[in-house]
């Protein structure tokens, strides 16, 4: 069957059982849910705890700022269009901090809410490139500083044995011993990134690879407003070397804009992930797999390519409820030696319906390598390289060469190539609270066209946390 035939099939089917489907979801959460306070495939010991470690916390605070400021030269471009990178020489500042709040409310239950203020422009309004160079800005438009709600959750843990391991405390993690295998619950305002798609080398964008298909797979659309959070709930069953997770989350009710769609019958994304952990030697290493099914009022390229003339080449105004995005990402990580650690990433969702909430890629391939510096005796330093391949499907390619936009893309015409981004940082730690980095992102055929680039991007992030 057709990756259109599919996606019907599924759409048909949900529009059949909506209220089944996403009890059955939500039940799921339910039974595999996880707080957003440990990266899923973080190694934890196994040895005997150190009984004057492991003290319980009841309440804490924990900060973060990050700033960065970019900067592109000239490059050639045989033409521009409306949401293209602009040729000409360029620099854009941005900054975002956030605000840990963390408080125990009964055994294994807490309340997690974070306040975050943001600011600032990518480049060219943060256009032209699939997998922009910076993980900390949002298409909002307006660049002044904002204060919002990043993060209103509440966390419920259920102990299941396997041994006690100690959380040392941290940005929504409260200090105290609880089990190696655990049940936990996570509802309310949160990103699903959270809790899914974690990856120990590339995951942290304030202080490691900066790149968007770095942080998150390129092709998994996942929900979330424009500042990447949603309402959701979310969950992981962890058992011993293995972990099995579930969610359900809003939807927005326009591509890649704040407004949550709470029509859940009509529009919700659904996720589900399960993560092997391993030791080659006595080295960690993890994979997952991870699949995702969206709804919600996307409009259809395809549309598009057989009647432009009626939808004024706008994918936009072929939105209707019902249709479905779906896809699949697929995560290797594993340390080689005590610095080195290394990973693989590849995502892929069918491409027909338009981008929603991410970025607009269809295909995705990324893999890198770290180090920190204990090789030129600066242990806490650390310098990585990662390069994202990405590719877009026939009918967004078609799409896009045919002179329409998208939220990001839209050069006019196109002259289809896949999008290469090379992501190179320096970071050098000052003390435990404050490191600065050096960023170099070339980026090849930026936005998918072999027509303009080669674009080099450099930049300097700033980051505090205490």
Same mark, same amino acid.
């Given at each position: ?202 995951? /942290? ?7 968007? !298909? +770095?942080?998150?797979?390129? &092709?998994?659309?996942? %929900?979330? =407003? @424009? #500042? ?11 058992? /011993? ?7 359900? !989350? +809003?939807?927005?009710?326009? &591509?890649?804009?704040? %407004?949550? =769609? @709470? #029509? ?203």
């Amino acid at each position: 069957m057709s990756l259109d035939g599919i996606t019907r099939m599924l759409a048909a089917t949900l529009r059949m059982r909506p209220k089944l489907i996403l009890v059955g979801v939500l039940l799921a959460a339910v039974a595999h849910a996880h707080s957003p306070r440990d990266l899923p495939s973080e190694d934890k010991p196994d040895e005997p705890i150190d009984p004057t470690k492991g003290q319980k916390e009841w309440i804490s605070f924990h900060f973060q700022t990050t700033a960065a400021t970019q900067y592109h030269p000239s490059f050639f471009a045989k033409y521009s269009g409306k949401n293209s990178l602009s040729p000409n020489d360029e620099t854009a500042s941005a900054f975002v901090s956030t605000l840990y709040a963390d408080m125990r409310l009964w055994p294994g239950a807490e309340l997690l809410v974070n306040p975050e203020l943001s600011g600032g422009l990518g480049l060219s309004h943060t256009l032209g490139v699939a997998a922009f160079p910076s993980a900390i800005v949002y298409r909002v438009g307006d660049p002044a500083p904002a204060i919002y709600l990043a993060r209103l959750a509440i966390s419920q843990t259920i102990g299941l044995g396997g041994g006690k391991i100690v959380n040392d405390g941290g940005p929504n993690e409260l200090a105290g011993k609880r089990d190696k295998n655990q049940l936990a619950i996570t509802v309310g305002r949160l990103s699903v990134t959270d809790v899914f798609d974690g990856n120990r080398w590339a995951h /942290d964008a304030s202080e490691r690879f900066f790149n968007w !298909a +770095l942080f998150a797979s390129g &092709a998994w659309d996942y %929900p979330a =407003d @424009t #500042r990447g959070y949603t309402w959701g709930a979310l969950g992981d069953l962890a058992i /011993d070397w293995w972990s099995i997770r579930a969610g359900a !989350a +809003l939807e927005p009710k326009y &591509a890649n804009l704040l %407004p949550m =769609d @709470t #029509r859940i019958d009509k529009s919700i994304g659904l996720m589900w992930e399960a993560e092997a952990r391993y030791k080659i030697g006595k080295r960690p290493g993890a994979v997952s797999l991870l699949g995702f099914l969206n709804f919600a009022r996307m409009g259809s390229y395809a549309d598009v390519l057989k009647n432009p003339a009626l939808y004024d080449n706008n994918v936009a105004n072929t939105r209707k409820d019902g249709r479905a995005k779906y896809g699949f990402a697929l995560s290797f990580e594993q340390q080689i030696t005590h610095g080195l650690g290394t990973f693989i990433r590849m995502s892929i969702n069918d491409g027909q319906s338009e981008t929603w909430a991410f970025a607009e890629i269809d295909r995705s391939i990324a893999f890198g390598a770290v180090q920190d510096g204990e090789l030129w005796k600066r242990p806490k330093d650390e310098m990585g390289i990662a390069m994202v391949i990405n590719g877009l499907s026939p009918w967004h390619r078609d799409y896009l060469a045919g002179g329409c936009v998208g939220f990001m893309l839209g050069d006019g015409k196109l002259n289809y190539g896949s999008e290469i981004v090379t992501d190179i940082y320096y970071r050098l730690e000052l003390n435990d609270q404050i490191c600065f980095s050096a960023i170099y992102q070339p980026i090849v055929n930026p936005g998918y066209n072999q027509d303009r680039g080669p674009v080099h991007v450099f930049s300097i992030r700033a980051h505090v946390a205490f």
